[in-house]
């Protein structure tokens, strides 16, 4: 059974941070552009990173290019995304799935919120 695993989410101030991380069961994710993704209340879920099986070629969406880092440690097979300057727009549940993502691999996610 694939399973997918978020953390690090949490309540933090704007402009502080926070770094998420993914890790997977019943999956090699190493094989697999990654990528992260968000919902926020009566929103629909939106990209926001994305990175190659081999560690390069990252993507952002625009709305926080600059600010996000997506990375990988294919040695330990996990995803993680290093979130600074946070904005209360980033506010939502963070999700990693490959990319393009997989229905069935969805996970819990972790709740991000900031406050402002």
């Known amino acids: 059974q694939v399973e997918l695993v978020e953390s690090g989410g949490g309540l933090v101030q704007a402009g502080g941070s926070l770094r998420l991380s993914c890790a997977a069961s019943g999956l090699d994710i190493t094989i697999l552009n990654m990528g992260w993704f968000r919902q926020s209340p009566g929103k629909e879920r939106e990209f926001v990173a994305a990175?190659?099986?081999?560690?390069?070629?990252?993507t952002y969406a625009e709305s926080v290019k600059g600010r996000f880092t997506i990375s990988r440690d294919n040695g330990r097979g996990t995803l993680n995304l290093q979130m600074n300057n946070l904005k209360p727009e980033d506010t939502a549940i963070y999700y990693c799935?490959?990319?393009?993502?997989?229905?069935?691999?969805w996970g819990q996610g972790t709740q991000v919120t900031v406050s402002s």
């Open positions: 990175i190659r099986r081999g560690g390069d070629g990252a």
């Open positions: 799935n490959s990319n393009p993502p997989v229905l069935n691999m």
